[in-house]
C-alpha cells in the first residue's frame, strides 16, 4: 500500500476536523500521522475549525472550493452537503467505533443530559423553566437531539427559560458544573474523555438521561478525489488497530477500530427538525 497513491495526487493531503475541541486535536493528529506512514504521504496536513461541529448550511464549504480533501464533521452538516448537487463530499465509507459498553462494536454514539451531581434535578421533567446550554447548531448530539427530545415531548425550546450556545461541548459541560447553566446534552464519547482527563469532574455532573444511539460523526472526502487516494485512505485506516504506534496513539481515547458504513447510515431525517433557537450568549 505504502507510496502507490502519492503518484496519483503529488500535492499535499489536506484533513480538516470540526470535532475540536471537545475532541483533542492529538486524536486526528494520530489519525493524519498514521496516514503520512502507512501510504508513505509525506506531505499530509491537519486543520482544525474550532467555531462550527461542521460547514454551515448557505456557506461556503472548503471541499466544493478544494481547500481540503479529507473531513470529520457532525452528521448533519454532512447530510446537508451530501444534498447539495453536485454533492462535494462523500462517505470514506469507514467510521470509528469506541470502547463505550452501550455501542456494542457499533459506529454509533449517544448523548448523555448532564446535570449538577450536588443540584436538585433528575429528570427532564424537572429542567421546565430552566436553563439549557447547545455546543453549537450543527451538532447532532448538543443541538439536534435536544430538538427531537422536545418534539418528543410535544413542546419547543420554550419548555426552558434560556436557551444559549455554549461553543463546544467542553463549554457546555464546564457551564453546568459551574451552575451557570442546568443541563446540556454531551456527546458520550467526548464526555468519557473529559472524564478521563479531569477525573474530578465525576464529582460535579451526574447522567439523569441518554439518548440514542446515534450515527457516528462521518469521515468524509471531497467527491473529486481520484477513486484510487479514496480507497487507499479507506483501507489505511481500517489498518489503525492492528498499527501498534496508532493504537497506542489513540488508546487514551478509547478508540477500537474503524468500520464500514454506508450512505443509509445517516439518513436525512436527522435534519427533519431545523428551527431555530433563541440564542443567547454562552
Known amino acids: 500500500m505504502r507510496g502507490v497513491y502519492k503518484r496519483e495526487h503529488p500535492g499535499e493531503l489536506r484533513f480538516v476536523t470540526y470535532l475540536f475541541p471537545s475532541i483533542p486535536q492529538r486524536f486526528f493528529e494520530a489519525i493524519v500521522d498514521h496516514v503520512r506512514r502507512t501510504l508513505g504521504w509525506e506531505r499530509a496536513s491537519l486543520q482544525v475549525e474550532a467555531r462550527v461541529s461542521g460547514p454551515e448550511k448557505g456557506t461556503e464549504d472548503p471541499f466544493s472550493t478544494g481547500q481540503v480533501d479529507v473531513g470529520f464533521m457532525c452528521s ?47 429528570s427532564f421533567a424537572d429542567l421546565r423553566g430552566r436553563s439549557w446550554a447547545y455546543n453549537d447548531v450543527r451538532s447532532l448530539s448538543g443541538y439536534y437531539s435536544f430538538l427531537g427530545k422536545l418534539a418528543e415531548v410535544g413542546t419547543d425550546e420554550s419548555y426552558f427559560g434560556r436557551v444559549s450556545c455554549s461553543g463546544s461541548h467542553l463549554s457546555s459541560m464546564e457551564s453546568v458544573a459551574s451552575g451557570d447553566v442546568d443541563a446540556a446534552a454531551i456527546d458520550s464519547n467526548v464526555l468519557s474523555i473529559r472524564l478521563r482527563e479531569v477525573p474530578e469532574l465525576r464529582e460535579r455532573l451526574r447522567v439523569i438521561e441518554s439518548w440514542g444511539p446515534f450515527p457516528i460523526q462521518p469521515v468524509v472526502v471531497r467527491s473529486a478525489l481520484h477513486p484510487e487516494i479514496k480507497e487507499g485512505l479507506r483501507a489505511c485506516l481500517r489498518t489503525v488497530h492492528a498499527d501498534r504506534h496508532t493504537r497506542c496513539a489513540l488508546a487514551e481515547f478509547g478508540l477500537e477500530r474503524f468500520v464500514p458504513v454506508a450512505d443509509e447510515d445517516y439518513s436525512p431525517d436527522l435534519l427533519a427538525l431545523d428551527p431555530p433557537v433563541r440564542r443567547t450568549p454562552g
Open 76 to 122: 448533519p452538516s454532512f447530510v446537508w452537503l451530501r444534498g447539495l448537487r453536485p454533492a462535494p463530499v462523500e462517505l470514506l465509507g469507514v467510521a470509528p467505533v469506541f470502547g463505550e459498553a452501550r455501542a456494542a462494536g457499533r459506529p454509533v454514539y449517544f448523548c448523555d443530559v448532564v446535570v449538577r451531581r450536588d443540584g436538585p434535578i433528575r
